[in-house]
């Protein structure tokens, strides 16, 4: 009879804005009519850790393999990486928004979601958009709403109608 360590460990599949990192001091470039893209997106490298949140990735990393998927813009790929690598998170998958792609975030998170699950059991998924959470729960998919930082109206905006984050 097998034993757990030859049973598949399962995906934690976590987000990183609003869940490991905190974007709240960015938002300002993006409020109103004339969002400043560049500059929201310059100012992640200077995103602080959420504790919490970094706590949490480190308890699902025991029996879990974690990807990180969020709904940054590939261009940022580098900063995050050298982001996560600052706060000591795991070097592991980053799944980032493709170029041009801009789906509300519970479109393209389901998208990548199924693809992840037809290779792995999926067994955990930490967001901070309950509309991505609500998408992927109602898909069936084990979501958890991060709500340790309170859900801005800007990033909610951002998320799921500019399709930015």
């Known amino acids: 009879m097998p034993g757990a360590e030859d049973r598949a460990r399962g995906l934690a599949v976590i987000d990183i804005d609003g869940v490991v990192a905190d974007v ?5 470039h993006v409020r109103g009519p004339r969002a400043r893209w560049d500059r929201f997106f310059a100012a992640a490298a200077d995103d602080p850790p959420l504790d919490i ?14 990807v990180w998927l969020s709904g940054r813009p590939e ?35 389901l998208e990548r979601i199924r693809a992840l699950a037809s290779s792995a059991p999926v067994a955990a998924i930490v967001d901070d958009d309950p509309d991505v959470v609500s998408a992927l729960a109602g898909a069936g998919f084990p979501a958890v ?15 799921e109608t500019d399709g930015r984050s």
């Open 24 to 28: 709240r001091h960015r938002l300002h």
């Open 53 to 66: 949140g970094i706590a949490l990735v480190a308890e699902l990393a025991r029996d879990h393999d974690v």
């Open 75 to 109: 261009h940022l790929r580098a900063v995050t990486e050298r982001w996560l690598r600052r706060h000591d998170l795991p070097p592991t998958p980053l799944y980032l928004r493709r170029g041009g792609d801009y789906r509300p975030a519970r479109v393209m998170k």
């Open 145 to 159: 709403l991060a709500d340790w930082v309170p859900h801005d109206k800007t990033l909610r905006r951002v998320q």
